[in-house]
Nanobody, 114 residues
């Protein structure tokens, strides 16, 4: 079945960096656009970034533009989110998602705090 497993979260100081990974299985990964979402405590889940199936096109939320980079490796069935210049307001659980499907992974916690 379709499975998404996020990893790479943790505690980081403001201004630091993290790289999240999402391992996909159970579907033809290279045929689907992928996305990263996040959900902060008490807030709705929000779209952070998307990437086309080929990796040739990306989009970002205004709040992360210029700081985050989404990428993918279709051979390894992985999608990444490189997060730089992290801010306390980036604290959230981060999820990857197949665009057009309803499956969610378990998420990975990112905490930005000094």
């Amino acid at each position: 079945q379709v499975r998404l497993v996020e990893s790479g979260g943790g505690l980081v100081q403001p201004g630091g960096s993290l790289r999240l990974s999402c391992a996909a299985s159970g579907f033809t990964f290279s045929s689907f656009a992928m996305s990263w979402y996040r959900q902060a405590p008490g807030k709705e889940r929000e779209l952070v970034a998307t990437i086309h199936a080929t990796g040739g096109s990306t989009t970002y939320a205004d709040s992360v533009k210029g700081r985050f980079t989404i990428s993918r490796d279709n051979a390894k069935k992985l999608v990444y989110l490189q997060m730089n210049s992290l801010k306390p307001e980036d604290t959230a659980v981060y999820y990857c998602k197949i665009i057009g499907r309803t499956t969610w992974g378990q998420g990975t916690q990112v905490t930005v705090s000094s």
